[in-house]
C-alpha cells in the first residue's frame, strides 16, 4: 500500500536558520512523484516543490529543496533562511504514475513555527 | 492565485441538511479531484474526474455524490450531513497532459455541520 509518513507533529526554527522537515515513502511502483504543500493558516494548499522518481539530481525552488535519497525511500524538504512567513503546515504527498489516477497520498502535515 | 475557485467559502448547515459544493478548474484542465480536510482524518481523496467521466474513488461514503459538467465545472454533493462532515473540502485540478501532472487546489470550502 502507498503512505506517506511525516514524523514531526511540529517544529520550531529561528528566523534565517535553516530547516529540514522529513517525509518518508512507501510504494513499490517504480514511477512515483513527491510533493510538498505549503498551507498557511488562511488554509489554501500551496504547492511548494516536486520530485519525480527517475530525477537524478534533488529538486530546488528558491529558498525550497527536496533531499530525494531514494534508497531510504525519503523525500525531506529543506527551506534555508527562514522567514516569519515561512510559518504554516507543510505536506509531503505522493502520486503513483500510471493507472487510472493522479489522487495525491498525503502525510499528515508537520506544523512549522518560525520565531524571531 | 491557483486559477481553481470553490463556492462558497464557508457553509453553516444543521445536520440531516444537504449542500452543493462547487468547483470550477483551471482553464484547460480536465482532471478535477476532491479532497477532505479534517482533524481525524487528515487530507485524504475522495473522488477525481477526468472530462466529465468519474475516474478514481477513494474513501467517499454513499451518502457523498459529484459530479463534472461538460463546461468542466464540478460539484460535491453532501447529504444527511452528520456533525463528522465539517471539515475544509479542496478541489483540485490538473492538466492530462502536463510534465507531471501538479494538482492546482483551490482555496477550500469550510463546511461547519451543526
Known amino acids: 500500500a502507498q503512505k506517506i509518513t511525516q514524523t514531526q507533529p511540529g517544529m520550531f526554527v529561528q528566523e534565517k536558520e535553516a530547516v529540514t522537515l522529513d517525509c518518508t515513502y512507501d510504494?513499490?511502483?517504480?514511477?512515483?512523484?513527491l510533493f510538498w504543500y505549503k498551507q498557511p493558516s488562511s488554509g489554501e494548499m500551496i504547492f511548494l516543490i516536486y520530485?519525480?522518481?527517475?530525477?537524478?539530481q534533488n529538486a530546488t525552488e528558491g529558498r525550497y529543496s527536496l533531499n530525494f535519497q531514494k534508497a531510504r525511500k525519503s523525500a525531506n524538504l529543506v527551506i534555508s533562511a527562514s522567514q516569519l512567513g515561512d510559518s504554516a503546515m507543510y505536506f509531503c504527498?505522493?502520486?503513483?504514475?500510471?493507472?487510472?489516477?493522479?489522487?495525491?497520498?498525503f502525510g499528515t502535515g508537520t506544523l512549522l513555527a518560525v520565531q524571531p | 492565485d491557483s486559477g481553481v475557485t470553490q463556492t462558497p467559502k464557508h457553509l453553516i448547515t444543521a445536520t440531516g441538511q444537504r449542500v452543493t459544493l462547487r468547483c470550477s478548474p483551471r482553464?484547460?484542465?480536465?482532471?478535477v479531484y476532491w479532497y477532505q480536510q479534517s482533524l481525524d482524518q487528515g487530507l485524504q481523496f475522495l473522488i477525481q474526474?477526468?472530462?466529465?467521466?468519474?475516474?478514481a474513488k477513494g474513501n467517499i461514503l454513499e451518502r457523498f455524490s459529484a459530479q463534472q459538467f461538460p463546461d468542466l465545472h464540478s460539484e460535491l454533493n453532501l447529504s444527511s450531513l452528520e456533525l463528522g462532515d465539517s471539515a475544509l473540502y479542496f478541489c483540485?485540478?490538473?492538466?492530462?497532459?502536463?510534465?507531471?501532472?501538479?494538482?492546482?487546489f483551490g482555496p477550500g470550502t469550510r463546511l461547519t455541520v451543526l
Open positions: 483540485a485540478s490538473s492538466d492530462a497532459g502536463g510534465s507531471y501532472n501538479e494538482q492546482f
Open positions: 510504494t513499490s511502483d517504480p514511477s512515483y512523484g
Open positions: 520530485q519525480g522518481s527517475y530525477d537524478q
Open positions: 504527498a505522493m502520486r503513483v504514475v500510471g493507472g487510472a489516477t493522479n489522487k495525491l497520498i
Open positions: 482553464s484547460g484542465d480536465l482532471s
Open positions: 474526474y477526468y472530462n466529465g467521466e468519474e475516474r
